[in-house]
């Protein structure tokens, strides 16, 4: 993923702050409008109000679009490939959103975190955390919604995204994901 998060955005491309806010601001709307209750959805509106100013300035790259486990191939020489690439809503966005779709970190954490340091070289910074519970916690609500509306029979399974990604960070009031397994816990 950083290979690919290495190609920048070309100049002049809308600023990312904007572009999130006009989109995920109405959809997140078409959630609180959908009719399903999901307990704690008004801590997520909450966080995304206090915290999307963490947004404004972020750098934007070429991105994948659908980058999770599923969409990688590994050969018997052990090389890697990346498929399904998804570039219907831009080629170009924050690289840390690339990450919106680790909605099953909990069920494979070694992987995710380890995925998470190989990214980062190291241990994700602070401000990342930050802008990845956003990104998860507002995701989810669109998730239901767009269950509610286009697809009902996935809303039991995006009501429970919701319920998780809301545990993952204690109610919105953790920095770092419950299922995230640091350098500190790696031995254990």
Known sequence: MRRIHSICAPCGAQDWYDRFVSVHHERMMSFFSCGVQIQGSETILSYY??????LRARPQCFIHG???NDNLLVSDTHDVAVVDWDLLDDLYADPWWEFNRILHADLVPY??????????????PEQFWRVLALYLSTGALMLVSWAAH?????????????????CWFDRMSSPVA????GNDKADC
């Open 150 to 166: 286009i697809q009902p029979q996935f809303l039991e399974y995006s009501a429970n995204v919701a319920r998780d990604v809301l």
């Open 66 to 68: 659908d980058y999770h």
């Open 49 to 54: 109000e206090q915290n999307r100013h963490l």
């Open 178 to 181: 419950s299922w995230y397994i």
């Open 111 to 124: 992987f995710t975190s380890g995925q998470l340091r190989g990214y980062f070289g190291g241990e994700s």
